[in-house]
């Protein structure tokens, strides 16, 4: 079992910066590939970014290549998204999620376990 919080999220202007944090405790972080996704209200949960164990593969959605960047420290059982330019259509929950033990890119999904999200709210 895995169970992952994420913090960072708050209210910032268009054009600044914010730095989630995905923590992971429970199962051996390091062996899960991770990934990033955001909901905002009256949409569907959209793929942003994923990694690998190692980190060594990633990848990013369209909408978000170029300005988030995601990396992870697996000493500190710790995943990050660097969000830079946000703009007010970033505005979302933004959720972490893990597989159950794969430790291989995995994309879009499917993934195992998620966090209870955080806001991220983009002022115009």
């Known amino acids: 079992q895995v169970q992952l919080v994420e913090s960072g999220g708050g209210l910032v202007q268009a054009g600044g910066s914010l730095r989630l944090s995905c923590t992971a405790s429970?199962?051996?972080?390091?062996?899960?590939?991770m990934a990033w996704f955001r909901q905002a209200p009256g949409k569907e949960r959209e793929f942003l970014a994923a990694?690998?164990?190692?980190?060594?593969?990633?990848g990013y959605a369209d909408s978000v290549k170029g300005r988030f960047t995601i990396s992870r420290d697996n000493a500190a059982n710790t995943m990050y998204l660097q969000m830079n330019t946000l703009r007010p259509e970033d505005s979302a929950v933004y959720y972490c999620?893990?597989?159950?033990?794969?430790?291989?890119?995995?994309?879009?999904?499917?993934?195992?376990?998620w966090g209870q999200g955080t806001q991220v709210t983009v002022s115009s």
């Open positions: 999620a893990a597989t159950n033990g794969r430790p291989w890119y995995a994309g879009t999904g499917p993934y195992d376990y």
């Open positions: 429970g199962r051996t972080f390091s062996s899960a590939a």
């Open positions: 990694i690998n164990w190692s980190g060594s593969t990633r």
